[in-house]
């Protein structure tokens, strides 16, 4: 590996966040920012738009081990087992859209590496 290359990637996506909450205020958007490991797939850190650094902190412990390369369900289904907020929702499409990009590029990687 050349010294400059990185072994992550960082992807983000966002979604609306509900009318009335604190998030919603601040930052109008629940936004999510993942670095994957390029190799194994795996979340190896995680940052959302909480404004809470426990719900923050909370959420990285959550994310940080999953594999991207697989279904999101089991972890959509932690989240809603573990997280009780008006923002779930938003943030469980934000994570959907992350997951979608992050496939999209893969793809997108190993077309160009084929050609």
């Given at each position: 590996?050349?010294?400059?290359?990185?072994?992550?990637?960082?992807?983000?996506?966002?979604a609306k966040a509900?009318?009335?909450?604190a998030?919603?205020?601040v930052?109008?958007?629940a936004?999510?920012?993942?670095?994957?490991?390029?190799t194994?797939?795996k979340?190896?850190?995680?940052?959302f738009?909480?404004?809470?650094g426990l719900?923050?902190?909370?959420?990285k412990?959550?994310m940080?081990?999953?594999?991207?390369?697989?279904?999101?369900?089991?972890?959509?289904?932690?989240?809603e087992?573990?997280?009780?907020?008006?923002s779930?929702?938003?943030?469980?499409?934000?994570?959907?859209?992350a997951?979608?990009?992050?496939?999209?590029?893969?793809?997108q990687?190993?077309?160009?590496?084929?050609?």
């Amino acid at each position: 590996m050349a010294q400059n290359e990185l072994s992550s990637v960082l992807v983000t996506a966002y979604a609306k966040a509900p009318q009335g909450t604190a998030m919603y205020e601040v930052y109008k958007h629940a936004g999510i920012v993942l670095e994957i490991n390029s190799t194994n797939h795996k979340i190896i850190n995680a940052e959302f738009t909480f404004i809470t650094g426990l719900t923050q902190d909370f959420f990285k412990r959550l994310m940080i081990g999953f594999d991207m390369s697989t279904d999101l369900q089991g972890l959509i289904n932690r989240i809603e087992k573990h997280y009780f907020a008006p923002s779930t929702t938003a943030v469980i499409v934000a994570l959907k859209g992350a997951h979608k990009r992050y496939h999209e590029k893969l793809k997108q990687l190993e077309e160009g590496e084929s050609n």
